[in-house]
């Protein structure tokens, strides 16, 4: 009995030995597998990139990969086969990996890559912009960004334009051939942006040419393309001035609307935040309700201190539009608007340093300018970082000046911008916002996360980074900056609900001036200006509030999960070292 009683134990030692054996060796070919599937993957990907510069030579430059700078595109309908061809080609080689078997790291990466394709696709055969967007047409940013490199020599800068100028008429003729159902308001700003090419195509430039290295052959090649491309940019500008008059005349332009159905397709690619368009809508119209509630308790702590003899009106929202309307003269003098940018920047990098919040890079250095000529008409400020290839490159700070603005226009302006909003608007573009995010982001282990940059990601980190800075201290806690931080904040959320609003719902200007002004507390130079905004893009400046609000979230959310084992700094270093990636996607690598 004790000897089949051993003998069965035994056996059953071996057969589980065995099928041990068999489990490991398994796990062992099935990690293979995986290990192989997440190579081939980071192959592919590498060699996508690659693909991608050399069929699209105009958003290598935007990277700053340097080897198809001196490439135009042509427009044409040619060009349109070869990328649908691309796009088809390079889906088919992505759905042949097993996402199952992927890292998330790799996941994401996969996920990012499909978007981008589906999104070609989608505008190509759906949203058809190249048709009705005039302003899409414009030479001068690649020709920009060659001029303003810090590490080539004129020599090269000029050869490199020299063969780029080359591509400028044709390119401008097929957009003429392209535009056939033009909006107005897109018309406009590309007779305006393109007038700002010369700005940069100008006789400066070509004066260069007799201290230079080049040949006298190419030389005078330079100066006969030179004058074509000036010659093609003229001859668009009257093309889209005369298309002007008639789309004026009769009435018969596109609608900048695009409604429901193109509204939520856009919102899915551009925000990819896993909510509808709709459903954030919803989200920002309750946002808005609780920060006007915020203001209100914060004007009647500091009705008090500026009216002391004064009753505060019955209506809350009165009060709060009152008290704004007095703090909002304390503003810097038109001439100093953007002296005082600069000045204010190295106070926030110190802030930033002292406090811990975040790391910055010396090396990397933010130049504050006004912006040019061809990229004004849009947004009053903005960030032109340099992309993961040039990372040494500068990164500007595009200040549009009051120049053309008349007395009241700057004044309003101003007010808009007083002395406490100008310090949330620098935190947001500057320190630690979007010049610190994208310093970050070129320094992901991943290419395809820093080139494939999500908007909401990029805009809610500038958003987030405005209320950080006050919990942190920023402003010594001083009532009059949470206040106006909170009118710039409910302009945030208004954002939202004014594009929502005007694409879907057929908001009318007059309702949208009115919500700006009378709900967000904004002054009418600016509600112009975002009424204006709001006709030239769409669901762009959804991205400010739908970011911010799914990072504010998150990290709530952490600190609650790791209590006092919560770090502000780890957080931020944590977050920013995925790159520029959907929210919903870091917050998957973050809880790993």
């Known amino acids: 009995m004790k000897k089949t009683t051993l003998c069965l134990a035994l056996l059953a030692t071996l057969g589980l030995a065995g099928c041990q054996n068999s489990v490991t060796l398994a796990t062992t070919q099935s990690q293979t597998q995986v290990n192989e599937q997440n190579q081939a993957f980071q ?7 690659e693909d991608l510069w050399a069929q699209y030579p105009e958003a290598s430059s935007w990277a700053g990969y340097g080897k198809y700078d001196d490439i135009i595109t042509i427009p044409d309908e040619a060009s349109r086969v070869s990328s649908a061809a691309f796009v088809a080609k390079q889906l088919a080689k992505l ?3 097993d996402l199952t078997k992927l890292t998330n790291a790799n996941k994401i990466d996969y996920h990012l890559l499909e978007n981008t394709l589906l999104q070609s696709e989608w505008e190509a055969n759906t949203f058809k912009s190249y048709q009705w967007d005039p302003s899409s047409y414009n030479v001068a940013y690649g020709f920009a960004s060659i001029l303003n490199s810090r590490f080539k020599s004129d020599d090269e800068k000029l050869k490199l334009i020299l063969n780029r100028l080359q591509y400028v008429p044709a390119y401008y003729s097929a957009a003429e051939a392209n535009i056939t159902i033009p909006t107005l308001e897109f018309t406009q700003l590309g007779i305006a942006q393109n007038q700002g090419a010369f700005s940069v195509l100008n006789d400066e430039l070509l004066a260069k040419l007799a201290d230079s290295k080049l040949t006298a052959a190419e030389q005078t090649l330079f100066t006969t393309r030179f004058n074509q491309a000036k010659q ?13 008059q008639e789309l004026t005349a009769n009435g018969n332009a596109r609608s900048f609307r695009i409604g429901e159905e193109l509204y939520e397709a856009k919102f899915a690619f551009d925000i990819q935040s896993g909510y509808s368009a709709k459903q954030m809508f919803a989200k920002a119209v309750a946002d808005k309700t609780r920060v006007t509630e915020e203001m209100a308790k914060l004007t009647i702590q500091l009705w008090p201190k500026y009216f002391p003899n ?13 008290l704004i309307k007095h703090l909002s003269a304390k503003h810097v003098a038109r001439e100093d608007f953007v002296s005082e940018i600069k000045a204010q920047i190295p106070a926030l990098e110190q802030f930033v340093m002292d406090k811990g919040l975040i790391g910055l890079d010396a090396n990397k250095p933010l130049v504050v300018r006004e912006t040019p000529e061809y990229m004004r008409g849009f ?8 992309g993961p290839y040039e990372k040494k490159e500068n990164t500007y700070y595009n200040v549009s000046p009051l120049d053309d603005m008349s007395d009241e226009q700057a004044e309003s302006y101003l007010r808009e911008y007083n002395h406490w909003i100008l310090q949330v608007l620098n935190i947001h573009e500057a320190v630690p916002g979007h010049y610190t995010q994208l310093v970050y982001s070129n320094e992901s282990p991943s290419l395809v996360k820093s080139i494939f940059a999500n908007g909401a990601m990029v805009e809610g980190w500038a958003v987030y980074t405005e209320r950080m800075m006050l919990e942190e201290g920023y402003g010594d806690f001083e009532p009059e900056m949470w206040l106006m931080y909170y009118k710039w904040n409910l302009r945030v959320i208004c954002n939202t609900i004014l594009d929502y609003s005007i694409h879907v719902n057929n908001m009318s200007k007059e309702d949208g001036i009115a919500l700006l002004m009378d709900e967000a507390f904004q002054e009418r130079t600016e509600a112009e200006g975002k009424w204006r905004r709001a006709t030239l893009s769409q669901v762009q400046l959804t991205s400010y509030y739908s970011g911010y609000r799914e990072i504010y979230d998150f990290r709530e959310a952490q600190k609650l999960k790791l209590g006092d084992q919560f770090k502000l700094r780890a957080f931020h270093d ?19």
């Not at 192959?43 to 990139?49: E, G, L, N």
């Not at 093609?232 to 002007?244: H, K, M, P, R």
């Not at 004064?310 to 009165?318: G, I, L, N, Q, T």
């Open 43 to 49: 192959t592919f990907a590498a060699q996508f990139i």
């Open 95 to 97: 759905r042949q990996f």
């Open 232 to 244: 093609a940019i003229t001859d668009y500008i009257e093309f889209l001035t005369q298309l002007e």
């Open 310 to 322: 004064v009753p505060m009106p019955a209506k809350e929202r009165d009060a709060v539009a009152m």
């Open 379 to 386: 947004a009053g400020a903005s960030i032109s970082a340099p």
């Open 574 to 592: 944590e977050f920013l070292s995925f790159g520029s990636a959907p929210v919903k996607y870091i917050k998957e690598l973050m809880q790993y």
